[in-house]
């Protein structure tokens, strides 16, 4: 059966308890036809319904009464008898489930305040209803007006028999869902944006995930549970180059060491003792583990915190996502407001820390002690680290080489496939003696492109060549003829004005009406100054902007001509040709106000007229991203040329201790992270003359 040819999914929306009683239903079916009886095809629904397997949502709603927006209380399952479920979701769940708990006293006040949509699909099998569920699970964390997921389990199914129809078939659901109700299911190109769809845990992952995932899984149980030798802390380095599904990874692995291990993320802050009471080495097998997800940026703390919310995982806005250094002061003995770092105090059981290579080295104003990941090995019995050194961006992350050694042998393991644990060796650093391994993924998932743009992107974001840029023709399903991959756009524009209008054609969303890709946007190297806290009194607008204008003769420059009116033009951005004028992200005020910190930077429309950098776009990705290469990328005799007098980031050109210059390898690190931020296209223009006239000679060969 060809894939056009596919069954439609049948959706019925009723009250919750409705379910229980067949008969009423087939009489609601018969009334709302006009007491006609029931046709062959409608008792073909039914039984697909009834007797077959089925997914169903329950959801309950309430209005906010700050936004007016409703608000819901969802639950996920799969069955194989559909009124056998609900019986026991009502007559049992209720009794020992607080998910079930609310539903049950939503009901009693109101027997229609609780309803559910049963799927149903004349190709359903066992494995199809839990992809399904799965699916279900990962779109609805990314709609907004949900509050409270409830499931608690991954269900990604391997190979089967209907498998590759899968992807129709949830698309045919999702589709009829979204025109039954749109708040409660947005359009897919909307959920797909979603920075919490991008950092779920319902992700399938890939053979070489799965390794990983079960092999750690294996060495924490056997750990967790080995009291002689409790005093040994672990180091799991997750390694891989941007886009090869580390951060996917690392939200599955979480959620299943929550789900599965006896873990109890939150800490109560109510209780002045509770670190002593919580983390205290008891014996018990009752006592419930802690785990704890460590991220760099505001925006992503948040957005795991969301996640955890959602999926009930923990009480409040904080508890188990910090910035390493509030883990670190957290489980430290207090000296005032703030912890000591060479002093700790109590230990968690597991610590996953999302791009390890940005914790410091070296102390810093928020930061007191010598070195984040010693101190965080002395805090938690096993510290699992994605690591990613070509992600090092400053001179404070940057490690000494001989230790740098000692963490990553350079003597490559052949013998170890991507995603196997390595055998744990000692490491005797900072004077103390840990156990540490490593996993590795190599498949690339961010780029949906072939491996000879990958390796173009590759080899110009290591700064080793611009060479010929290939042109990447996409796949084609042999049945239909339709792209299962659109072609990777690489495209170089001869003005930066006309770049960022092509990507923002790309930022609307075709939910919206106008033929776009969504969560687009232009970032550019940090080689224009910025300082937000504080106004830029050299410019009349007040704001710190990348700003660039073009001569008689067509060539760019950074600033503006003399004589030309500066500043950003809200009313109309890109209105002059020639000159080039955007603030940096967290600039453009709407009444009155910046975008919050903790907000994902990339996902608000507001943000669509300014320029991100690694601050804001770092760790998440876009659709489409338009790069703006500044003065610090330049090329000269055939190479590329990193030069630190043209950047602005101080902390990626200051030496460290004044002697040791990082420069190079962190422009470098720079431009890697920016260059790969695109799934499906990206778009460039570089300052420097000679860069950008390579560029249009690699595009015309």
Not at 348 to 373: C, F, I, P, R
Not at 423 to 447: A, C, N
Not at 635 to 653: M, P, Q, T, W
Request: include cysteine.
């Amino acid at each position: 059966m060809t894939k056009s040819a596919l069954p439609k999914p049948i959706i019925m929306h009723l009250p919750y308890q409705s379910i229980e009683n067949r008969v009423e239903i087939e009489k609601a079916l018969s009334e709302s036809c006009g007491d006609v009886p029931l046709s062959v095809v409608e008792r073909s629904m039914l039984h697909y319904l009834f007797d077959y397997p089925t997914v169903y949502v329950v959801h309950s709603e309430k209005r906010n009464k700050d936004t007016g927006c409703f608000e819901y209380t969802v639950y996920v399952g799969e069955t194989n008898n559909i009124h056998n479920r609900a019986m026991q979701h009502l007559r049992n769940d209720s009794k020992i489930r607080d998910d079930w708990k609310e539903f049950h006293k939503r009901l009693q006040k109101n027997p229609r305040s609780v309803w559910q949509y049963v799927i149903g699909n004349a190709h359903f099998n066992k494995s199809l209803t839990l992809d399904v569920e799965n699916r279900l699970m990962h779109y609805l964390l990314g709609s907004n007006s949900v509050k409270t997921l409830n499931n608690r389990r991954t269900n990604a199914q391997g190979d089967y028999y209907t498998q590759d129809e899968f992807e129709q078939i949830f698309s045919d659901i999702w589709l009829e869902l979204n025109h039954q109700d749109p708040e409660l299911f947005p359009a897919e190109e909307i959920i797909r944006d979603s920075a919490l769809f991008k950092a779920s845990p319902f992700h399938q992952l890939s053979e070489d995930q799965l390794v990983a995932e079960e092999s750690i899984m294996s060495v924490l149980s056997d750990v967790l549970s080995d009291t002689d030798n409790a005093d040994t802390s672990r180091l799991i380095f997750l390694q891989g180059a941007a886009g090869t599904g580390k951060t996917v990874l690392f939200s599955h692995l979480f959620y299943r060491i929550v789900t599965e291990m006896n873990v109890d993320g939150y800490l109560d802050e109510e209780d002045e003792d509770i670190l002593e009471n919580v983390l205290a080495q008891t014996r018990g097998k009752s006592r419930r583990r802690k785990a704890y997800i460590l991220v760099n940026h505001e925006q992503q703390v948040h957005v795991y915190n969301q996640i955890a919310i959602k999926l009930g995982l923990q009480k409040g806005n904080d508890g188990i996502a910090f910035k390493p250094s509030q883990f670190i002061n957290q489980f430290s003995e207090k000296a005032g407001n703030r912890g000591i770092p060479d002093r700790p105090r109590g230990k968690a059981d597991v610590v996953l820390v999302d791009e390890a290579h940005l914790l410091l080295t070296q102390g810093n104003q928020g930061y007191s002690g010598k070195n984040m990941l010693h101190d965080l090995l002395r805090r938690a019995k096993v510290v699992i680290a994605v690591f990613d050194p070509n992600q090092i961006l400053q001179t404070s992350q940057r490690w000494d080489e001989k230790e740098l050694r000692k963490l990553f042998p350079q003597k490559e393991r052949v013998d170890i496939r991507d995603g196997q644990l390595e055998q744990f060796m000692p490491l005797d650093m900072w004077g103390e003696r840990y156990l540490f391994s490593h996993v590795r993924l190599t498949k690339q998932f961010r780029i949906a492109a072939d491996e000879a743009t990958m390796q173009w992107i590759d080899d110009f974001a290591d700064g080793k060549s611009v060479g010929s840029i290939p042109k990447d023709l996409g796949e084609k399903d042999r049945q239909t003829g339709k792209y299962i991959r659109d072609p990777f756009e690489i495209k170089i524009f001869d003005s930066p004005v006309e770049l960022f209008k092509a990507i923002k054609e790309k930022a609307y969303l075709k939910a919206a009406g106008v033929d776009g890709c969504g969560l687009s946007r232009v970032v550019a190297t940090y080689d224009w100054k910025y300082n937000g806290n504080k106004a830029n009194d050299s410019s009349p607008d007040g704001l710190w902007n990348v700003e660039m204008y073009r001569d008689k003769q067509g060539t760019w420059h950074m600033g503006s001509a003399p004589g030309v009116q500066r500043g950003y033009d809200a009313s109309n951005p890109d209105g002059n040709p020639d000159y080039f004028c955007h603030p940096w992200n967290y600039e453009i005020k709407v009444n009155e106000k910046t975008l919050s910190s903790n907000e994902v930077w990339a996902e608000n429309p507001r943000t669509l007229n300014e320029v991100g950098s690694t601050f804001s776009i770092q760790g998440f990705d876009l659709n489409y991203v338009g790069v703006i290469i500044g003065p610090s990328v330049t090329y000269r005799n055939g190479e590329i040329v990193f030069d630190e007098k043209g950047s602005r980031n101080r902390s990626a050109v200051v030496k460290r201790n004044g002697l040791v210059s990082y420069a190079q390898s962190n422009l470098r690190n720079e431009l890697n992270v920016l260059l790969k931020r695109g799934v499906h296209g990206l778009y460039l223009f570089a300052v420097d003359p000679e860069l950008q006239n390579a560029l249009k000679k690699a595009v015309s060969k």
